[in-house]
């Protein structure tokens, strides 16, 4: 009985190095390489000009010619002159809690993540339609591509795509929260690029980029004093993606041919600081828009 006991250890130890070895093989021989992280405390922005939105808190903010639309914790789309006064105010008995904004082709579309839908106004304020109602679970970040809304479901744990008219196109994700590299934690931005897209996975703490369906790199940040709290990602004119991180009041900036990224900004309330930063968004012209929410203001920088 003894010397079958010891043979039944045995073959258990050998499994276990056998199952080790497959598991090693699959997760992290094959992972995706990580990106290299350079501490970089010069400045990438020169200041053009900053809105304080007083008691109404901003969630996003995009700049369209000469005017500012920013999403407010509110409910309502507030629209800013350059002097900083408010000339109109859009979705008030509407909206809820908007958070993501995009704007194309004359018409603003938000996503409101209390009310899980993506909602088209036209430049007047007018609601043109609104879709997602059943589909989307907490809709954040949107972007648009060749006529195609991308929205990232933080609620929904997902990424979904859909047509111009509202028509859903394909979703990634499983609908629940997963630490895998095929599934998201509350993602909150999404960057739709050639062959593919990124993802800001907040509660991952990680960006995940996909090319063909499939995640191929993924960038973790797990240490101490490190970024954390990816929240949205746009790519500027200078060719680099830009990450904005929410608990650590920073912006990312990746060079997609190295995989390096530098970093800018820090906790506070300075010109280049930020308190709990909520949204990015940019534009043709070669501004970068933050959301400083925790200072409720919105702050537009040019890219050097």
């Known amino acids: 009985m003894k010397l079958k006991y010891r043979h039944l ?18 997760f992290l021989k094959q992972s995706p390489r990580q990106l290299t992280i350079i501490d970089d405390k010069n400045q990438f922005l020169k200041l053009n000009l900053i809105i304080y939105t007083n ?5 996003n903010a995009i700049l369209v010619g000469n005017k500012i639309y920013v999403a407010t914790k509110q409910g309502k789309i507030q629209v800013y002159d350059f002097g900083g006064k408010v000339i109109k105010e859009i979705g008030e008995n509407i909206l809820k809690y908007p ?15 209390w009310l899980k839908q993506v909602y088209v106004f036209n430049e007047e304020g007018k ?73 800001a996975d907040t509660l991952n703490n990680r960006l995940s980029v996909w090319k063909k369906d499939k995640p ?49 900004g820090e906790f506070g309330d300075g010109n280049f600081q930020w308190k709990f930063p909520t949204g990015l968004t940019a534009d043709n012209s070669g501004h970068l ?14 890219i050097k």
Request: contains cysteine; hydrophobic residues 45%.
């Open 216 to 264: 191929f790199l993924v960038w973790d940040s797990p240490a101490e004093n490190q970024p954390a709290g990816p929240r949205a990602l746009v790519k500027g004119t200078d060719g680099n993606i830009w990450i904005l991180c929410n608990l650590s009041a920073n912006l990312l900036v990746l060079n997609t041919d190295n995989w390096q990224v530098k970093i800018t």
């Open 127 to 199: 609601l043109l339609r609104s879709f997602g109602k059943g589909v989307l679970s907490g809709p954040a970040g949107i972007a648009i591509k060749d006529n195609k809304i991308w929205v990232a479901d933080a609620g929904g744990h997902s990424i979904l795509c859909f047509d111009w008219n509202g028509k859903l196109l394909v979703r990634y994700g499983s609908g629940q929260r997963t630490v895998t590299i095929n599934g998201f934690a509350y993602p909150n931005g999404v960057l739709p690029v050639e062959d593919g897209f990124l993802v």
């Open 289 to 302: 828009v933050v959301t400083d929410a925790g200072n409720q203001r919105v702050i537009i920088y040019t």
């Open 55 to 59: 008691k109404n808190t901003p969630q």
């Open 9 to 26: 250890v045995i073959l258990i130890f050998l499994f276990s190095l056998l199952f080790g070895g497959i598991i090693y093989w699959f």
């Open 99 to 113: 958070v993501g904004l995009a704007w194309t082709d004359e018409q603003l579309i938000v996503s409101d993540n």
